[in-house]
Each structure stands twice: as structure tokens, then as C-alpha cells.
């Protein structure tokens, strides 16, 4: 049998003003953003070399995206 996967999660750490994707317990990358009325603007991505090669900045960019559609931005 092999081991479970860790689970992958897209979350947003706003005291850092960052969305973060985590594996398992650890920040695997993150999305830098600002916000001005009504819009929220991602400004650096980042998917640290560990984790590079995996899909995880798609899986982050997503996770941006309904994050910011889920609460009416754009």
C-alpha cells in the first residue's frame, strides 16, 4: 500500500495580503495581491523549487480565481 498523499489547498492568508497553496501543512507558493475598489490585482507568484514541476502554480492560479469570483471581485 502506498502512502496518502498529502492534501493540497489553496488559501487566502490575508494578514499577508498572499493567497497561499499549502501541501499538507507546508506553504508550497503563493500569490501576492492588492486590492483597490471592487478588484483585486495579483501581482507576483512564486512556487518554491520543491514543489516546482508539479502543477502547483495552476492549481494556485485557480484557486485565485474562485476565491476572487466566490466573493464578487474580479
Not at 512556487?47 to 514541476?53: K, L, R, T, V
Amino acid at each position: 500500500m502506498s502512502p496518502q498523499e498529502p492534501t493540497t489547498t489553496v488559501v487566502d492568508a490575508a494578514e499577508r495580503r498572499r493567497y497561499e497553496i499549502r501541501v499538507g501543512d507546508a506553504v508550497a507558493g503563493y500569490a501576492l495581491y492588492r486590492d483597490a475598489p471592487g478588484t483585486r490585482v495579483v501581482v507576483h507568484t512564486e512556487i518554491a523549487a520543491a514543489h516546482e514541476g508539479g502543477g502547483l502554480g495552476s492549481r494556485l492560479a485557480a484557486g485565485v480565481l474562485d476565491d476572487i469570483g466566490r466573493t464578487g471581485g474580479r
